[in-house]
């Protein structure tokens, strides 16, 4: 068995996005937060990337103590991308002796490559599916292209699936994937980061006024994050009552029609846009619960951070979503895109006394350190590596 509690034990995490992310990215957040997190439990972590155009240019470079490769490649179709994966291949080769497990994030072509390296190698090889990027047009989608057909090949030579949420791992025992090698471990969140905030009072009345009421959304302002039915639930609920605040933290194309919406249905007094922030906690702590009308997601990250502030949540019915939010208990959940069930949920939140939603809130809480803390989830993820066969 792979030692995992030997100092130097090495895990080579590969992923195909930009490293670090300057947006927030679901995937590439994560890998930071693992690949620092890891590093205190005695694992030395790398990260190999792909140099892309929009993100940072040197070859080799330290993010969070964490030495990242950034692999070099002509930026033409199809060349580029077979000559970036033969410098993947070479560099898993020529460094076999310095990892014991390659953790690929996103199951993608750099995942496959991986897959059929540790097959060759005898290194094991565990593959994230993130979500979307799997589900549409990826190894999950139930229409796969022959290209995608070669990749799910690749792909089977995995030693372990981590599906972050249970349809995501239904949907690969779907599509094939041996049952044995699927692990539901969720994405992790940093609960104490969210726990040991104050609200401030102040915020909140710059904010809310004397409504004794708020719920904020916090993410990217586009078309899949379902917005405008939020605000057009929202009218329904409490356009006439006029006692909340709907705070939206976040940027995106649909910040200006969604805030001429706003007017349109006759809350614009009541929503408030406060832009992008890198402290969400603040916003967080101020707001009595937290709303996700997303169409589809795999595992929202600001589903765990409402749940980590202590926020009950009102959810739309998506992977991910549905494993934490507990309708009466953690939240609400409705069908996604259903502006009646919708409704239906925010008259339940609308309804709920003060104490009520503070419970569920600490609730939400409960569950989320439990099962998505980093310190769950790292104990997971290094329980698995450990369960591996040494080469």
């Known amino acids: ?65 964490i030495a990242v490769v950034r692999l070099a490649y002509p930026k033409l179709p199809i060349l580029g991308a077979l000559s970036m994966l033969g410098k993947l291949c070479w560099l898993l080769y020529r460094r076999r002796r310095e990892y014991a497990v390659i953790h690929a994030h996103i199951a993608g072509n750099m995942a496959a490559v991986s897959c059929l390296m540790g097959r060759l190698l005898g290194k094991p090889v565990v593959v994230k599916l993130t979500g979307m990027t799997e589900m549409q047009g990826g190894i999950l989608d139930p229409r796969p292209s022959c290209v995608t057909r070669l990749k799910k090949l690749a792909l089977r030579c995995a030693s372990y699936y981590q599906a972050t949420s249970s349809r995501i791992g239904r949907m690969l025992v779907d599509s094939g994937f041996d049952h044995a090698k699927v692990r539901l471990i969720p994405n992790a969140v940093d609960t104490d980061r969210f726990a040991r905030v104050e609200r401030d009072f102040d915020l909140r009345q710059q904010l809310c006024g004397d409504r ?48 001429e ?26 707001a009595d619960f937290g709303v996700l009308t997303s169409l589809s997601e795999g595992l929202s990250n600001t589903l765990l951070e409402y749940m980590a502030a202590g926020l009950p949540v009102v959810g739309s019915r998506v992977s991910g979503t549905e494993d934490f939010v507990k309708s009466g208990e953690t939240g609400w959940l409705f069908e996604p895109g259903d502006l009646d069930d919708f409704e239906r949920a925010m008259r339940a939140v609308a309804d709920a006394p003060a104490g009520v939603l503070a419970h569920m809130g600490e609730e939400a809480r409960k569950l989320v350190v439990s099962r998505a803390s980093i310190a769950a989830v790292v104990d997971q993820l290094t329980h698995l590596y450990g369960m591996f066969p040494i080469a």
């Open 1 to 65: 068995m792979v030692n995992m509690d030997k100092a130097g034990a090495s895990v080579l995490m590969v992923l195909e996005s930009v490293f670090p992310s300057q947006g927030g990215g679901g995937a590439e957040s994560q890998v930071r937060t693992l690949g620092r997190h890891m590093m205190g439990h005695r694992l030395d972590v790398s990260v190999v990337v792909p140099m892309v155009s929009y993100g940072p240019q040197r070859e080799q470079d330290h993010v969070d103590g």
């Open 212 to 259: 004794p009421l708020a719920g904020i959304y916090v993410g990217r302002l586009v078309p899949e994050k379902g917005l405008e039915l939020l605000l057009d639930g929202w009218a329904r609920v409490f356009r006439d009552r006029r006692d909340a605040t709907l705070i939206l933290v976040g940027d995106g194309r649909l910040r200006g029609p969604l805030a």
């Open 261 to 286: 919406r706003a007017q349109t249905l006759g809350i614009g007094d009541q929503v408030r846009f406060v832009g992008p922030s890198d402290s969400v906690e603040r916003y967080l702590a101020v």
